[in-house]
């Protein structure tokens, strides 16, 4: 693919920090798709990419975030909520930005740390089932964080203020 290509810029995986799911399979197509999401997640603070099951919201998530690498400095982090419930939405946020649980700062608070004014990326897979736990979430760590940026994938629109619907 050409050197300006979203596909391209996967392969700058190594040395950037992240925590991005390997692909078992090629991604095709949907350059455009790519193209505009990126876009939207580099403008806005909040995008939320909804469409039904099965859709490729997750697919296309993941090769975002791998093409967005070099536009965020603290990095691009991956939280897998499909697999977990309201009470395991926190410990998830936690693990995918390598904060402890056992840290008695909050999860706002240790975010901020983490970032140290350096932009990041929290990808947030999966919402649908969590989306009011998850939104909560979202929204106090994005009043905490102006540096970080969030793209969920969802059924559901989260019903955040400033949340970008795509």
Do not use: Y
């Not at 190594?14 to 692909?23: D, F, K, V, Y």
């Not at 350059?31 to 490729?56: F, H, N, P, W």
């Not at 090769?63 to 536009?71: E, I, K, R, T, Y």
């Not at 540096?147 to 989260?158: E, I, N």
């Amino acid at each position: 693919p050409p050197a300006n290509s979203s596909l391209a810029l996967i392969t700058s995986l190594e040395g950037a920090p992240h925590n991005l799911p390997a692909s078992l399979s090629p991604f095709i197509g949907r350059l455009d798709e790519i193209s505009k999401l990126a876009q939207l997640v580099g403008a806005e603070r909040l995008v939320t990419a909804t469409g039904s099951g099965g859709a490729g919201k997750t697919r296309l998530a993941q090769q975002v975030g791998a093409g967005l690498l070099h536009q965020f400095a603290a990095g691009v982090w991956w939280a897998e909520l499909a697999p977990v419930g309201d009470d395991d939405v926190e410990a998830t946020f936690r693990a995918a930005l390598g904060i402890s649980e056992a840290s008695a700062n909050s999860i706002e608070d240790a975010t901020v740390a983490l970032l140290d004014g350096r932009s990041a990326l929290l990808i947030v897979d999966n919402c649908e089932h969590v989306a009011v736990t998850a939104a909560d979430l979202v929204g106090r760590l994005l009043r905490a964080a102006p540096d970080l940026h969030v793209l969920a994938t969802s059924r559901v629109m989260l019903d955040l203020p400033g949340e970008c619907a795509w």
